[in-house]
């Protein structure tokens, strides 16, 4: 069975706060995605990675960094957390190639104070 | 403009009946065209690509229009645990190499 998985399912940080979200997958997939997902706006690219050390901005990258240092997984960092940071992260991987089937982790909701 | 739009809905049907959800894309260019699905709470799954000349699974039905950048979805005999939110996805950027979320249409199937 696939499986994505994300190192937190709700997390609480405050203002300014570095944060850290991690996913694996143990797919051995080469593509991996970090989203976030808000009432009215759906799922927003921030950043994905082809590649290990390979990556490329999504829509909304603003904010936000990552790593990928090994294939199965890819981390999002919130470098000085802000309150319109709050939100569901999502994370799928999928294999190389844009077509291919994501999927997706079961999500961390963040809440920033 | 977004480029892939979709009616949020919700559309409330009865058990048992046909309901059909558009999606419009801005991308002319645009080559592959997905349906997801999620439930309230979930993570979003793969429900079936889109071909160019339609296809089928089961209930489920989907048709690209490529002259009206739009997709469907049609969903006959309806059932409660039809009840989800169904992402329209389309690789709306050939020089990227990640897909493009709609912000979904949310279905609620009735007893």
């Known amino acids: 069975d696939v499986k994505v998985t994300q190192s937190s399912r709700y997390l609480v940080k405050r203002t300014g706060e570095k944060v850290f979200l991690e996913c694996v997958q143990d797919?051995?997939?080469?593509?991996m995605f970090w989203y976030r997902q808000d009432p009215g706006l759906g799922l927003r690219l921030i950043y994905f990675s082809y590649d290990v050390k390979m990556k490329e901005k999504g829509d909304i990258p603003e904010g936000y960094s990552v790593s990928r240092e090994k294939k199965e997984r890819f981390s999002l960092i919130l470098e000085s957390a802000s309150t319109n940071q709050t939100s569901m992260y999502l994370c799928a991987s999928s294999l190389s190639g844009v077509d291919n089937e994501q999927f997706f982790g079961p999500g961390t909701r963040l809440t920033v104070l | 403009r977004k480029e892939v739009e979709q009616d949020p809905g919700p559309f409330n049907v009865p058990e048992g009946a046909t309901v059909a959800f558009n999606c419009t894309y801005s991308n002319s260019a645009s080559q592959s065209f997905f349906w997801y699905r999620q439930d309230c709470r979930k993570e979003p799954k793969l429900l079936m690509s889109v071909y160019s000349s339609g296809n089928e699974d089961g209930r489920f039905t989907a048709q690209l229009n490529r002259a009206s950048q739009y997709i469907s979805l049609l969903i006959r005999d309806s059932k409660l645990s039809d009840s989800a939110t169904y992402l329209c996805v389309v690789n709306g950027d050939t020089g990227r190499r990640a897909l493009t979320f709609g912000s979904g249409t949310r279905l609620q199937v009735q007893p």
């Open positions: 797919m051995d997939h080469e593509n």
